[in-house]
């Protein structure tokens, strides 16, 4: 069987999930839900599939060090630092010529470090369907999740019945084009159409085969890979890194190939996937009290309702007659927005450097 690895992408800020989230400490290296972070339960999934020196993180210098202490275990040498975000596309590119040069022929399954995943077994048993489509002539493989509600703040999946096979009992579909976050009435049609699938940013394929299309489709990016891979022969990693990546133009994987490329195949999933984008994901993953409020620490609610509430210090929040508002305090910031503008946040974020208040960022 052909050698898996994984690339963990793990460089964003979660600004959405601010002022909890930080520039320091950002989403992924959160207990969000349970009593591991999120980087930690997702490092600990595919270990149930791999070994931990087949596993690869892309961060950035910022939170290398956050890596290492939450996941000790993991070769120093499997953290690839970024110096600059470049998007997803250079960030997977970086990963598949480091991979490309330990396990040659390996498939690479990609995946973000902040989703939650309830059914953890189901998964990785739809990795491994996954993994055996990959490894079919030049398939890229993705993991469609089926929605359950009209979703706004989501890409979708468009598949079609061509090509259809079935992998260990598992339906996989050609896909027939990637479409961007929609508005309610068009996510009310995706819905009723039963063939679109919210995109959950997984994505399995050879190291040869995206290689392949880096070359085909992304060939400036291609060039700076290939000079980075002559770079490693001559000096360090960490110096070639340093000095091409700047090169790199600002690209996502999702544009820059998965909307262009021949032969991606989705797999629709039902494993209860989330990817706590904002605060109200917080109301999808955990329970609600009898007047449907999130609490989270030290909270005197009454006539309160539909709420998410967090004290992350311990301090009392006393709230009366509210109703569909999120409140979040922590040590030297308190948030407080409705529901409806969970996804706006980074507006306050963008306000506070505007002013130069980068201290609570």
């Known amino acids: ?24 400490l950002p989403k992924q290296f959160l207990n969000i839900s349970g009593n591991k972070s999120m980087i930690q339960q997702t490092v600990g999934r595919l270990e149930s599939l791999i070994d931990i020196s087949q596993i690869f993180i892309v961060t950035n210098e910022l939170y290398a060090e956050l890596i290492r202490g939450q996941i000790p275990h993991l070769p120093a040498e499997n953290i690839i630092i970024e110096p600059v975000g470049r998007n997803t596309a250079p960030c997977v590119g970086l990963a598949s010529i480091i991979i490309e040069e330990k396990f040659p022929d390996s498939t690479m399954i990609v995946l973000p470090s902040d989703h939650i995943i309830e059914n953890e077994e189901g998964f990785m048993e739809i990795l491994k369907a996954a993994v055996q489509v990959a490894d079919t002539d030049n398939n890229l493989v993705t993991l469609g999740i089926s929605p359950t509600y009209a979703e706004t703040g989501y890409g979708y999946i468009e598949s079609t ?44 394929w050879k190291v040869s085969t995206i290689r392949h299309y880096f070359h085909t489709l992304l060939p400036q990016v291609h060039d700076i890979l290939e000079t980075m891979k002559q770079g490693f022969h001559l000096s360090s990693r960490e110096e070639t890194i340093q000095s091409e990546f700047f090169k790199m133009p600002d ?43 999130v609490i989270r620490g030290n909270i005197l609610n009454i006539d ?51 002013q130069k208040l980068d201290q609570y960022l």
Not at 168 to 184: I, S, T
Request: glycine residues 6%; aromatic residues 8%.
């Open 304 to 354: 309160t309702k539909r709420c998410i509430i967090e004290s992350n210090n311990g301090k009392l929040i006393a709230t009366l007659g509210i109703e569909d508002l999120i409140v979040v305090d922590t040590d030297d910031v308190t948030l407080i927005c409705t529901k409806d503008k969970a996804q706006e946040v980074k507006l306050l974020l963008k306000a506070l450097r505007t």
């Open 1 to 24: 069987m052909r050698t898996i690895t994984s690339v963990i992408m793990a460089g964003g800020k979660g600004e959405r999930f601010w002022p909890k989230s930080r520039t320091n």
């Open 161 to 204: 019945s061509e090509d259809l096979q079935v992998v260990d009992d598992l339906e996989v579909y050609k896909v027939n084009r990637f479409v961007e976050k929609p508005d309610v009435k068009t996510a009310e049609d995706y819905l009723k159409s039963g063939n679109f699938y919210w995109n959950s940013g997984i994505f399995i």
């Open 251 to 293: 690209q996502s994987i999702d544009y820059g190939i998965m909307e262009k490329a021949e032969n991606i195949y989705v797999i629709p999933c039902t494993f209860g996937w989330d990817d706590v984008g904002s605060w109200t994901a917080l109301d999808r993953i955990n329970d609600r009290d009898d007047d449907g409020n």
